[in-house]
């Protein structure tokens, strides 16, 4: 670096009238660790008579010296060496700050605290967890299963950085935005009637046993445009998650409608699934507060399930293409 590195915007001025500036204190450092101005001037890459220029404008503004000459070598002053005791307390606090800050940049801040519906707990969670702490290994995760009614009074209590559902809880100190969609599938106990049929429409539940929701839940104001706005028969059962729903289709209460995220691969060779006409779709929330920023294992975990949604869309789609 040349002279002007050290720019004179801080002129001697009257004695002791101004404080140092952080670059003054840099070069003063410098010189106390190296012992010359020629060694300063090379930790700091910069000129030798810029660190000169800097230390007689810092000696003028204190009103005393800091060093005396001696050959070729500065000895510091009983001043200087009271001031540089602070400076270094300054620059263990600064190297605390980096410390932190590479911490975070590997580790996140702290533990993460996930809240879901039981449904996205299944598998979309684990996926985004597994593939989030690929990146993080020494990351924390708590991970609850929560209702929909309890989704928001997770947030307000701080007890949830981030979360996932199939609709966005509604307060003024929470954001929630669309993370995707998961197609409905319909689940069908093995030897039901409905188990013979390639697709299931909404005419095929006017007088089976079925399981249903409450027109209120998530998944039953997802449903509602399948059945034209309610079904022609009520459920035999009615439920409030899509996991009890197929809990309760494989012991054979009959079929029921569930987003596919819900379906694990053990409950998959258990039971008949069918795709349902015309298809509908549930919507994925993710939600936090809006009172302070997503810590950054928040947003690298909402990523993490960006990335899944992605890659199973792009499975389901190249399956429905090959078949």
């Not at 966005?168 to 689940?187: D, F, K």
């Not at 509602?224 to 059962?237: E, M, N, Q, T």
Request: with cysteine.
């Amino acid at each position: 670096m040349a002279d002007d590195d050290f720019p004179d915007d801080t002129g001697p001025g009257p004695q002791g009238s101004r404080p140092l500036n952080l670059r003054q204190i840099e070069v003063f450092r410098a010189i106390m660790m190296a012992g010359s101005i020629s060694g300063a001037g090379r930790a700091l890459h910069v000129s030798q008579p810029a660190v000169s220029r800097v230390l007689a404008l810092t000696e003028s503004r204190l009103g005393y010296a800091l060093f005396e000459r001696a050959r070729s070598r500065l000895v510091p002053t009983p001043e200087a060496r009271r001031l540089y005791g602070e400076v270094e307390q300054v620059y263990g606090g600064i190297q605390r700050v980096n410390d932190l800050a590479a911490a975070l940049a590997h580790d996140g801040a702290g533990m993460l605290r996930v809240v879901s519906s039981a449904s996205f707990g299944q598998r979309l969670v684990p996926q985004a967890i597994l593939r989030m702490r690929k990146r993080n290994e020494r990351s924390r995760v708590d991970y609850r299963s929560v209702t929909f009614d309890e989704l928001a009074g997770y947030f307000l209590t701080g007890r949830a950085d981030v979360g996932l559902s199939m609709s966005p809880p509604e307060h003024p100190n929470l954001s929630s935005t669309l993370l995707g969609e998961v197609p409905v599938v319909c689940v069908v106990p093995r030897g039901h009637a409905l188990a013979e049929h390639a697709v299931i429409h909404a005419a095929d539940f006017s007088s089976a046993q079925w399981i249903g929701y409450p027109p209120v839940t998530p998944l039953g104001r997802a449903l509602a445009p399948f059945f034209g706005g309610a079904p022609a028969c009520p459920a035999a059962v009615e439920v409030h998650s899509p996991v009890t729903a197929c809990a309760f289709a494989l012991q054979g209460l009959g079929p029921a409608l569930v987003d596919r995220w819900c379906v694990t691969p053990e409950l998959e060779g258990q039971v008949e699934l069918r795709p349902v006409e015309p298809a509908v779709s549930a919507p994925i929330w993710a939600t936090h507060t809006n009172l302070a920023p997503l810590p950054l294992l928040g947003r690298r975990f909402l990523a993490a399930a960006q990335q899944v949604l992605a890659e199973a869309a792009a499975q389901s789609s190249s399956g429905s293409s090959s078949s």
